[in-house]
């Protein structure tokens, strides 16, 4: 892992940089490659335009490990008004939460049962997406998207290419069908429970991708959504759906807003199913550091804008 990723993924939890950040102009103009605006009305024009061009989308609102019941609730407040904008407009969009701004920090049971209001609100045939977060909660995820998998929820989790274990959880995840969405893993994990080298992760997600489009994950009836920017790896997966007559028009892949816009074009002009998560919201910080330990140039766009401003 680069020098570079892991202090841009330190600093994604400093509370001094996360209140200072904001204030500048630069850094702000930068977000704004990543995000179409602060409120979900930016977002939902984004949605517009991306169904124009045959692209469906995940609205996402940013935030992360709420302190408090009250600000769990109002999350879940302004999730169920998504919804029901998503519902009226008939949108070609679906949610996507993190669990830790839910409450899961706080209490399981009241997380759960936030989780399930925005399942009881999601129009029909609608998934109602749970990110991944730190491998310190991967565990209480899968517990809670297996719970309402069982309760025959219409939901979906994702799962991370660079932990060790996600082969065998992906495994246990088959049987209960639903959806599940694959990408490599953005935090700091350490190497026990991460592989370290990007060789390793990206031979990783191919072998995962295999086996969410395989026999077994197709005859349980999983929604399988590959989400990644990797444009070699998304040439090996679709070559081995083609080879094993997995259909083109179910091959699901998921990128970021900004990212890779000619590959989203792209895909969605050739057939396969092409889905755009969108990220909003005035807690954009650790989710900002998050992209740009992504991809190192994004640091020097960011200076660009330093000096242009
Ligand atoms: C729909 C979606 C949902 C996600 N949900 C989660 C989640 O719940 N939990 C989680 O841990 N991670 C999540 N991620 C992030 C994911 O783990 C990766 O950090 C991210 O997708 C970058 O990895 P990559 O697969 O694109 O491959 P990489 O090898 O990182 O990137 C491949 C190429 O894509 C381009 N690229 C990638 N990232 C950027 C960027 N930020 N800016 C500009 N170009 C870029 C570059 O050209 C790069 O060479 C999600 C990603 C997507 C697309």
Request: hydrophobic fraction near 40%; aromatic fraction near 10%; proline fraction near 3%.
């Amino acid at each position: 892992m680069s020098l570079i990723r892991s202090v841009l993924l330190a600093a994604s939890q400093n509370h001094w940089l996360r209140e200072q950040a904001p204030h500048y102009k630069f850094v702000r103009r930068n977000v704004s490659r990543f995000m179409p605006g602060e409120n979900a009305q930016d977002a939902f024009a984004a949605v517009q335009q991306l169904a124009a061009q045959n692209i469906g989308a995940v609205l996402t609102a940013l935030g992360e490990n709420v302190t408090d019941r009250k600000e769990a609730a109002a999350e879940t407040d302004h999730y169920c008004q998504v919804l029901r904008e998503i519902t009226s407009r008939n949108l070609n969009a679906e949610i996507s939460v993190k669990l830790t701004h839910l409450g899961l920090d706080l209490d399981n049971s009241l997380c759960y049962a936030n989780l399930e209001t925005l399942i009881a609100q999601s129009p029909p045939g609608k998934t109602v997406w749970i990110d991944m977060e730190q491998s310190a909660y991967v565990d209480r995820t899968l517990a809670m998207y297996t719970r309402a998998r069982r309760a025959k929820a219409n939901v979906g989790v994702c799962i991370q290419a660079y932990l060790r274990r996600t082969e065998s959880d992906l495994r246990s995840l088959l049987p209960l069908g639903g959806a599940i969405r694959l990408v490599k893993g953005a935090y700091n994990e350490p190497a026990e429970v991460a592989f370290p080298k990007k060789s390793e992760v990206d031979e990783n997600y191919f072998q995962l991708a295999k086996m969410l489009l395989g026999q077994d994950a197709r005859f349980e009836g999983i929604r399988a959504a590959i989400a990644t920017h990797d444009r070699t790896l998304i040439q090996r997966i679709t070559n081995f759906a083609n080879a094993n007559q997995f259909p083109k028009e179910k091959l699901e892949f998921q990128m970021l807003y900004g990212i890779q816009r000619a590959e989203q074009q792209r895909l969605a002009q050739e057939g396969y199913r092409s889905i755009v998560l969108i990220a909003y919201g005035t807690h954009w910080f650790p989710w900002y550091m998050r992209r740009l330990a992504e991809r190192p140039a994004n640091v020097l766009f960011l200076l660009r804008n330093l000096f242009a401003s």
